[in-house]
């Protein structure tokens, strides 16, 4: 059973169109995150989102936008897609907020020509 | 501005050695730490935590050894085995993980035979 599911695990689009990212969890966790993983390897984070509070990393573009249909789901939106958007996206998941270690998907590498 | 370092990209140990791996950061109000394992292709995988409160946590193999005032943390592995061949990224995490976690470079760990 995987824990945490991303789909597609490839995307390869040309610039300027929209596209999303699934997640899905089913460990039961209540909180589930987005980062990506640049050319230089840096995992860093976009989005934090519990049942009803979206934390938003301050530096990710208004194009990216996070959507929840229920707890078990978090999808990942992207608007006008850009050369620099290129990387890998890894959803993840935690129970609570109370330090609690985070279970990552696999990940989807997201290609821009 | 990195506030996880990892300043091996990579270490090379032979089977059955300690491995040990190190990670600095700049961060105080970090809580909590961990260490995550990465396989090509693949998600990282959690593998062990430590509370800011602590000093030492083990778990099998694996442990993980803090040092406040130094702002230092180590991966101990003992016994290496050809398995533990992969990315090992270090993270530090506040707030009760609702700002996610802020992940170093990596150390690329080759267990020799």
């Known amino acids: 059973d995987t824990a945490v599911s991303q789909t597609p695990k490839y995307l390869v689009t040309q610039m300027g169109n929209d596209k999303s990212i699934k997640c899905e969890q089913n460990l039961g966790h209540d909180t589930m995150y987005w980062y990506k993983q640049d050319s230089k390897k840096f995992l860093k984070i976009m989005f934090s989102y519990n049942n009803k509070e979206l934390i938003i990393n301050e530096t990710v573009p208004n194009r990216f936008s996070p959507k929840s249909p229920d707890k078990a789901h978090l999808n990942l939106h992207i608007n006008s897609l850009e050369l620099g958007d290129s990387a890998v996206y890894f959803c993840?998941?935690?129970?609570?907020?109370?330090?609690?270690?985070?279970?990552f998907g696999d990940g989807t590498r997201l290609s821009i020509l | 501005d990195q506030q996880v370092k990892q300043n091996s990209p990579s270490l090379s140990v032979q089977e059955g050695r300690i491995s040990i791996l190190n990670c600095d950061y700049t961060n105080s109000m970090f809580d909590y730490f961990l260490w995550y394992k990465k396989y090509p292709a693949e998600g990282p995988t959690f593998l062990i935590s430590i509370s800011s409160i602590k000093d030492k946590n083990e778990d099998g193999r694996f442990t993980v050894f803090l040092n406040k005032s130094a702002k230092h943390l180590s991966l101990h592995i003992v016994p290496s085995q050809p398995g533990d061949s992969a990315v090992y990224f270090c993270a530090g995490g506040s707030g009760g993980g609702a700002d996610g976690l802020t992940f170093g470079k990596g150390t690329h760990l080759i267990i020799q035979p």
């Open positions: 993840a998941s935690s129970k609570g907020r109370q330090n609690q270690p985070q279970h």
